[in-house]
């Protein structure tokens, strides 16, 4: 490996999929941080391949990622053990702009709320979020209506998927991501863990 061309091999591959490989970390773990971990792990592995030996860069390199994942997955299933309240995939802004079709001011959302809705609240024990699952339409309106006069709402598309993004006196709150089945809303998932927040400040490129 001490070829400079089979080097640019090396490095070229990785950065061409790079994001690819995080999509696929970052799905099966949930944790961009966590993800990036992987990343790492994968590319010390792959640095140490006789590429020219690889006929599919891509699926070679999936395929570590994948590996290393699943031994991450193993010691975070170890740590949500210790989680207070419900475990959710830190939220990642996949895009700050969303389409007409899936922008909800409040009114038109409490619309749409599955008779059997689901709202999962992701605290921590950080910051205050209820310990098990509000179910109902009539339910989760509450909590959404006394969520809204406390905080604004803006639609954005988190983890691909269309999401709002709460707050309260300009700083970020909670992220609220949306499970639209046919043309109602079966599932909402706020995330206000403070330490899930931080990626939300950009915009997270995913690679499917």
Known sequence: MNDP????????????HRNLLFTVAYELLGSATDAEDVLQETWLRW????????????????????????????RLGRRKESYVGPWLPEPL??????????????????????PDVVLLTDGGGVVRAALAPIVGADEVARVLCRLHSTVSLE???????????????????????????GSLITGLYAVRNPEKLSR?????????
Request: no cysteine.
């Open 93 to 114: 802004l996949t895009s700050p702009d969303v389409a007409d079709d899936v922008e909800l001011d409040l009114r038109r959302l409490l619309g749409i709320l599955a």
């Open 5 to 16: 061309a089979g080097v640019d091999v090396v490095t070229e591959a990785f950065v061409t």
């Open 155 to 181: 639609p954005a598309q988190v983890n691909g998927h269309p999401a709002l993004i709460a707050r309260q006196g300009g700083e970020l709150d909670s992220v609220l991501a949306l499970r639209v089945d």
């Open 200 to 208: 939300m400040d950009r915009v997270t490129a995913l690679r499917r």
């Open 47 to 74: 640095a140490g391949v006789d590429v020219e030996a690889v006929r599919d860069h891509r699926a070679y390199l999936v395929r570590i990622v994948t590996s290393q994942a699943l031994g991450h997955l193993r």
